[in-house]
């Protein structure tokens, strides 16, 4: 794909987040995406395609009252939305459609209109996993922790500094969920949830949502808000089952969708002013950072310990407090998004200076899925 | 009220041949017969070459810990915490998840690349499933 031809010219989350009792998860998809369209100075009857996951196309787009020429339902878990990005900037680009609203929301923790999470148990799944008791992310998403702990000398203190840190950058942003200051020590005194996993490493669970709006570049312009370019895209997938991943020293999801964005962007890791690694859990960054080749891998738990990722640091990593303490719906992967977006914008609550090329990069399921957006403010 | 029980695997026509394998205490595995190539979960073709003609094997059972988390909550039914949840890397090549019996569900216990062999709990008639435990010696 082109590098620059696309861009994001509306962005909004839902008007509240955190524990949203009164709507259910449907009318959390329309919340967003009428914000993200009042953003963008638009009526509902100028998009033409759309995109989701979990819900489908055609329930979201009906009770919007959109009609659209081009859907995606791509529902790859919590990096759905960067792939959808990706496929949205692909369909501009070839003309199936002009303006594209890519819609997320969850009601993950008042599980209003949510349907549950189910696994069959003659599915894969259902007969090499479950019946190990695997239950939940926690139970599943932390089990290549210790061997890619061991491979590259990674510690328990190191791992906790990542919640430290991203609590560091949630102090700055008034809808953060979680603002107040933790220490290593508070983390790796917290209550254990899945061993080495204690409670400060695992994600939140809340409700909410966010919208994008795409169009061509050359329309962009005559927007309100500042274009967000895309600038390079890349996705792949690996294995639903966490326990077939071909190794526990990196993702492969990772290691493809990354390197893809960064050679369609054109840019080298110098040039990456702002990131976003989708961190359901505390390991997460840590594999983002090698995976898309920042640095070793044995130099990952060290650059976060020592602070290069905090406000201030060289490498600002999940500026809004990250899925650990911003929010995490359940699908983390819009809200990732939505701040690199605002960081593009520069008007992110802890924005960071003169920023020009923020990347985001999500995963899906339990290391199964992966998708990478470079953006620019710069055309 | 019954106890809540651990989830059952329920076969399928391409899995079946390894759940009558349990049954019978052996671990099957499947090597393709053009690349010899050895894959878990079970599929009547060669994720490596698609090849269509491959083979069932009855597998040594020898395997090394490979990963693993210790879940304290929440925890799955019919499942009493802190339990491990394993990967272990078999011999062949192939890895699996599992639980380790026989052993405290203890990181100290649990060392990584311990040397594990399998073993068979039987969940009901039709149902016995592959764990493993501390090899012997």
């Given at each position: 794909?082109?590098?620059?031809?696309?861009?994001?010219?509306?962005?909004?989350?839902?008007?509240?987040?955190?524990?949203?009792?009164?709507a259910?998860?449907?009318?959390?998809?329309?919340?967003?995406?009428?914000?993200?369209?009042?953003?963008?100075?638009?009526?509902?009857?100028?998009?033409?395609?759309?995109a989701?996951a979990?819900?489908?196309?055609?329930?979201?787009c009906?009770y919007?009252?959109?009609?659209?020429?081009?859907?995606?339902g791509?529902?790859?878990?919590?990096?759905?939305?960067?792939l959808?990005?990706?496929?949205?900037?692909?369909?501009?680009?070839?003309?199936?459609?002009?303006?594209v609203?890519?819609?997320?929301?969850?009601?993950?923790k008042?599980?209003?209109?949510?349907?549950?999470?189910?696994?069959?148990?003659?599915?894969?799944?259902?007969?090499?996993?479950?019946?190990?008791?695997v239950y939940g992310?926690?139970?599943?998403?932390p089990?290549p922790?210790?061997?890619?702990?061991?491979?590259?000398g990674?510690?328990?203190e190191?791992?906790?500094?990542?919640?430290?840190?991203?609590?560091?950058w949630?102090?700055k942003?008034?809808?953060?969920?979680?603002?107040?200051?933790?220490?290593?020590?508070?983390?790796l005194?917290?209550?254990?949830?899945?061993?080495?996993?204690?409670l400060?490493?695992?994600?939140?669970?809340?409700?909410?949502?966010?919208?994008?709006i795409?169009?061509?570049a050359?329309?962009?312009r005559?927007?309100?808000?500042?274009p967000?370019?895309?600038?390079?895209?890349?996705?792949?997938?690996?294995?639903?089952?966490?326990?077939?991943?071909?190794?526990?020293?990196?993702?492969?999801?990772?290691?493809?969708?990354?390197?893809?964005?960064?050679?369609?962007?054109?840019?080298?890791?110098?040039?990456v002013?702002?990131?976003?690694?989708?961190?359901?859990?505390?390991?997460?960054?840590l594999f983002?950072?090698?995976?898309?080749?920042?640095?070793?891998?044995?130099?990952?738990?060290?650059?976060?310990?020592?602070?290069?990722t905090?406000?201030?640091?060289?490498?600002?990593?999940?500026?809004?407090?990250?899925?650990l303490?911003?929010?995490?719906?359940?699908?983390?992967?819009?809200?990732?998004?939505?701040?690199?977006?605002?960081q593009?914008r520069?008007?992110?609550?802890a924005?960071?200076p003169?920023?020009?090329?923020?990347?985001?990069?999500g995963?899906?399921?339990?290391?199964?899925?992966s998708?990478?957006?470079?953006?620019?403010?710069?055309? | 009220?019954?106890?809540?029980q651990?989830?059952?695997?329920?076969?399928?026509?391409?899995?079946?041949?390894?759940?009558?394998?349990?049954?019978?205490?052996e671990?099957r595995?499947?090597?393709?017969?053009?690349?010899?190539?050895?894959?878990?979960p079970?599929?009547?073709?060669c994720?490596?070459?698609?090849?269509?003609?491959?083979s069932?094997?009855?597998?040594?059972?020898?395997?090394?810990?490979y990963?693993?988390?210790?879940?304290?909550?929440?925890?799955?039914?019919?499942?009493t915490?802190?339990y491990?949840?394993?990967?272990?890397?078999?011999?062949?090549?192939?890895?699996?998840?599992?639980?380790?019996?026989?052993?405290?569900?203890?990181?100290?216990a649990?060392?990584?690349?311990?040397?594990?062999?399998?073993?068979?709990?039987?969940?009901?008639?039709?149902?016995s499933?592959?764990?493993?435990?501390?090899?012997?010696?």
């Open positions: 794909m082109r590098k620059n031809q696309v861009a994001v010219v509306g962005a909004a989350e839902t008007t509240e987040l955190g524990v949203i009792p009164n259910s998860q449907l009318q959390l998809h329309a919340d967003a995406a009428l914000n993200a369209i009042a953003d963008a100075g638009l009526k509902l009857s100028d998009i033409d395609g759309f989701t979990v819900e489908t196309p055609q329930q979201v009906h919007l009252g959109i009609k659209p020429t081009w859907v995606d791509t529902s790859v878990g919590g990096c759905s939305f960067m959808h990005v990706r496929h949205a900037a692909a369909a501009i680009e070839a003309g199936l459609c002009k303006t609203l890519i819609t997320h929301a969850e009601s993950g008042s599980m209003i209109g949510k349907q549950p999470r189910f696994t069959p148990a003659d599915s894969l799944n259902g007969q090499f996993e479950a019946p190990y008791g992310p926690p139970s599943m998403f089990i922790v210790l061997r890619f702990m061991k491979t590259y990674i510690t328990h190191q791992l906790a500094s990542v919640a430290v840190v991203q609590r560091e949630a102090a942003n008034p809808r953060a969920m979680m603002k107040d200051p933790i220490t290593v020590t508070d983390v005194n917290s209550r254990m949830i899945a061993y080495p996993f204690r400060l490493q695992c994600c939140l669970v809340t409700d909410g949502g966010g919208a994008l795409l169009t061509s050359d329309r962009a005559d927007f309100p808000r500042k967000v370019y895309i600038m390079g895209t890349g996705e792949s997938v690996e294995t639903p089952m966490v326990s077939q991943m071909e190794t526990f020293n990196s993702s492969r999801a990772f290691k493809t969708a990354g390197p893809l964005a960064f050679k369609e962007a054109g840019i080298a890791h110098k040039d002013d702002h990131l976003m690694i989708y961190d359901a859990f505390a390991h997460l960054p983002g950072l090698g995976d898309l080749g920042f640095m070793p891998y044995e130099e990952t738990g060290k650059f976060i310990a020592d602070g290069n905090r406000p201030g640091g060289k490498l600002p990593l999940n500026t809004n407090g990250g899925g303490s911003y929010m995490h719906s359940g699908m983390y992967g819009m809200y990732a998004l939505q701040e690199s977006v605002r593009m520069g008007i992110a609550p924005q960071v003169n920023a020009k090329i923020s990347v985001c990069h995963v899906g399921g339990m290391f199964a899925a998708g990478t957006i470079v953006f620019t403010n710069e055309r | 009220m019954a106890e809540p651990r989830a059952r695997p329920k076969p399928t026509p391409e899995t079946q041949h390894f759940w009558d394998g349990t049954k019978a205490g671990l595995l499947q090597r393709c017969d053009a690349c010899a190539h050895v894959y878990f079970p599929r009547p073709f994720p490596s070459c698609a090849s269509r003609k491959v069932v094997f009855k597998a040594s059972g020898k395997g090394f810990l990963s693993y988390v210790i879940n304290h909550r929440p925890a799955a039914p019919g499942f915490p802190p491990a949840i394993a990967v272990v890397e078999l011999a062949e090549g192939p890895r699996m998840m599992s639980n380790i019996v026989d052993c405290p569900q203890t990181p100290e649990l060392e990584l690349d311990m040397k594990l062999e399998v073993a068979f709990q039987e969940l009901d008639d039709k149902i499933l592959p764990v493993f435990r501390p090899a012997k010696g």
